[in-house]
């Protein structure tokens, strides 16, 4: 479940938003001729990525599921805890998974070489859209898998429980790329960071800004690299993304 669950998640909340998106004109954040023209890949491309990614993850996933599951085997049985303990533990995994996210992502900003030739890959969707979300260079599935493993291990729980984890993770991730800013979304209703501040970040004038995903903007805060935002209504329908300073 640990290895299969996220996948599924990605494909059928990606799939539903990347079905729906063209007939949602009103709550898109961009419109379809933008999404058409400002990207430079075909989705088939990015597609591909994703999949390649995903059987990357299957495998350094089933690695360490059968690392810690060899180690309980051998030590005690895994007792899972209250509901409660396992919410602290998931509140928990979700700042140490920000934390990573947002110290490596900064770094394929400024290290010339890893953007250039890692990072950039994610970047050539300018307009970024559901299917898209886990669309990255392989390098990349290394430092997010680390992400991973640091919130599993710092937060103490169990393999069952990071199974919750990994697929909040993951609607997230898909939700803040989707370009739909839909009435009644509890990810924008619970979390500042979401698919508008996202969006500020692939745009090129914000490209060095609003590194925090997926749930947080504590780190863009406390490190000055929080882009403040508005979000208008565009004339024709839909909505607009607009920074409030410019690029320093």
Not at 22 to 47: A, C, M, Q, W, Y
Not at 84 to 94: D, G, K, R, S, T
Request: with cysteine; glycine share 8%.
């Amino acid at each position: 479940m640990g290895t299969i669950a996220p996948i599924i998640v990605y494909w059928v909340y990606a799939g539903v938003n990347q079905f729906l998106s063209p007939s949602l004109d009103k709550f898109r954040l961009h419109t379809l001729d933008e999404e058409n023209g400002k990207n430079v890949i075909p989705i088939i491309t990015v597609v591909k990525g994703v999949l390649l990614q995903q059987l990357l993850q299957i495998l350094i996933t089933q690695l360490g599921f059968f690392i810690t599951s060899y180690t309980e085997e051998t030590s005690r049985p895994t007792v899972q805890p209250s509901v409660p303990i396992q919410i602290l533990q998931i509140l928990i995994a979700m700042f140490i998974f920000d934390t990573c996210q947002y110290f490596v992502h900064r770094y394929m900003h400024h290290n010339k070489f890893l953007y250039r030739h890692v990072h950039s890959h994610h970047h050539r969707l300018v307009v970024p859209y559901a299917v898209g979300a886990l669309y990255n260079h392989p390098v990349e599935v290394i430092s997010d898998m680390l992400g991973g493993a640091a919130a599993f291990f710092g937060s103490g729980m169990t393999p069952r429980t990071s199974v919750w984890l990994f697929c909040l993770i993951t609607v997230k991730a898909v939700d803040d790329h989707s370009g739909l800013r839909l009435p009644g979304n509890l990810f924008h209703v619970l979390f500042k960071n979401n698919g508008a501040y996202h969006d500020v970040h692939h745009q090129v004038n914000g490209v060095k800004y609003n590194y925090s995903q997926p749930f947080f903007t504590f780190w863009d805060r406390v490190m000055g690299t929080y882009m403040p935002y508005n979000v208008m209504k565009r004339p024709g329908g839909g909505f607009e993304v607009r920074m409030m300073k410019k690029r320093s």
